[in-house]
């Protein structure tokens, strides 16, 4: 048979593609792949790259200019878009000594891990929440936040958001607030609020009005979180896994962001794990290696690296113990009833 002969079926096919129809048969294997298949391998943005970054950012850039001085990273993968991961965004932000990014709200959920920010609120709904740290503050959907830096010396943290998935979906909603002078006084009047009731884990607040599908809790304590790691049982690999949980649910503690904290034993490479989800991990203290698929990456303090979905990965800690903060979209995976996860 002539190998260049046409398909029996190339006049349909066209007819239809005419008709903006498509044949399943002939493309099956492309819209219903066998198992995924991510486009960004994992990467890797160096404290010591963004650090001078940031330092330029917080004298060249002044906040009136500015709706936040964030430096975001941004995947080589996805061909210049802001973004990540599928899904997720993470940046560093800088605060000047009496920097304000006035409130504004918008669709996409966030969160706030501070890295060097001593000094620095997030005002999030009328509660002022510090950030001290490895303090992981929440900023969830459509609710008005603002920061200002109170201290004599320049603060930075993380963040992370999921804006790539809310906007492939076409449903973001930004509201930018009041953008004459500071903004709104009374705004920035205000105490830690209801969030007072948040900080004993077990106890519940009765007759307050929450509501279980975004935690009530929007500041977890670093040092809460380097307690419960010190206090809590290894697994057989050696790695501590905390869960930041909704505590009305012991549930995420968002529907779209999902967050933890692990502790890596020096010279004890955790299993291989792979699941569907995206991860960003941020290095919160030490210095290790990750082997992601068939990468090995090197890292330290304040290094942020990707684990894309459905890569194999296994972490270690090299001096010492070292604590990784992680974001992930695995919530939203678990809702849709499409998450899986692989051990070896």
Known sequence: MDDFAPRADAGLIADLEASDIHPLW???????????????????????????FAARAATEIAMEDAERRALIMAHPAFGGKTQTTHNLLSAFTVLEPGDKALPHRHTAAAIRFSTRAEGAVTIVNGRCCEMKPGDLVLTPPWCWHGHINESDGRTVWFDAANIPLINDLDVNFFDPGNRDGDGDNAFWEVDEGDEALWK?????????????????????AGDDTRRMLTE??????????LRYVNPLTGGAVMPTLDCYAMRLAKGAPTRARRATWNMICMVVAGEGRSTIGDQTIDWAEHDTFTVPHWSW??????????????????EIQVRLDVAREEVQ
Not at 208 to 217: D, R, V
Not at 315 to 330: K, M, N, P, Q, Y
């Open 26 to 52: 002939d493309r099956y294997k492309k819209i219903t792949p066998i198992v995924p298949a991510p486009d960004d391998p994992p990467f890797i943005w160096r404290w010591k790259n963004i650090d001078p």
């Open 200 to 220: 004993s884990a077990g106890l519940v607040a009765e007759g307050h009005g929450h509501e279980g599908q975004i935690s009530p809790k929007y500041r977890y």
């Open 232 to 241: 809590m049982r290894a697994q057989e690999d050696g790695a501590k896994l």
């Open 313 to 330: 990965a296994s972490h270690e800690a090299l001096s010492g113990d070292a604590d990784l903060f992680i974001v992930t979209d695995r």
